[in-house]
């Protein structure tokens, strides 16, 4: 099956730094969907990609749909202490009726006063 | 009000039981997941519908079964539940257009099998 390799597992950084997180994969994908994950909590859309090389920005956070349809990133800039939580990124295949939403394993970020 | 909700929100129950998940949307939206979540891994696919006709096996359907009772109704139930079903499970659903699709997904539903 295909799999995401979402790096790194886990972050500490200290209040106000950038954070940059990614996913790449042996697959293509035709949709990039970032979410974030609060404890006891279903993961909510923070960004949604589209189009190769496309770059989208959603307040403080920025995403990249790679040019080879295969990787992603999302930076988030000077980070606040409610941006802790789980990042996840999916890519998202579809073939005719058939499609898969693939999810990578999660960042976890913690921010430090 | 939530657009995707989820019941019950925990649960426990006894290996070889029975139990249903129920989710509702008022997103209008046709297509509905089930995805199980286990620590330190990202969402797996269980099954997924896109109306309510229509409904096919994900990543890891053994085990599951589903019933989409209307448009904004889509349950999961396992027939004999076993210890490592347990984990938290997430409804989602999507809106489709313009080639275009984006899930949502509910608060979950934490299951523990005894």
């Known amino acids: 099956g295909q799999q995401l390799n979402q790096s790194p597992q886990s972050m500490f950084i200290q209040e106000g730094e950038d954070v940059s997180m990614n996913c790449t994969s042996s697959?293509?994908?035709?949709?990039w969907l970032w979410y974030k994950q609060d404890p006891g909590e279903g993961p909510v859309l923070l960004i949604a990609l589209y189009k190769a090389g496309e770059l989208t920005s959603n307040g403080r956070l920025t995403a990249q749909f790679g040019i080879t349809r295969k990787d992603s990133f999302l930076n988030i800039s000077a980070s606040i202490p409610s941006d802790v939580g789980i990042y996840f990124c999916a890519g998202l295949t579809t073939s005719g009726s058939a499609r898969q939403l693939t999810f990578g394993s999660g960042t976890q970020l913690t921010v430090l006063p | 009000d939530a657009d995707v909700t989820q019941t019950p929100r925990n649960r426990i129950t006894k290996t070889g039981k029975r139990i249903m998940l129920e989710c509702s949307q008022t997103?209008?939206?046709?297509?509905m997941y089930w995805y199980r979540q286990d620590p330190g891994l990202g969402l797996r696919l269980i099954y997924y519908s896109f109306d309510v006709k229509d409904i096919n096996k994900g990543e890891i359907s053994d085990g599951y079964s589903v019933s989409r009772q209307a448009q904004a109704k889509f349950s999961l139930s396992l027939e004999s539940a076993i210890p490592n079903q347990t984990a938290l499970y997430f409804c989602?659903?999507?809106?489709f257009g313009r080639g275009r699709e984006t899930q949502y997904f509910g608060p979950g539903t934490r299951l523990l099998v005894l």
């Open positions: 697959s293509i994908f035709n949709t």
């Open positions: 989602a659903t999507s809106d």
């Open positions: 997103k209008g939206h046709d297509r």
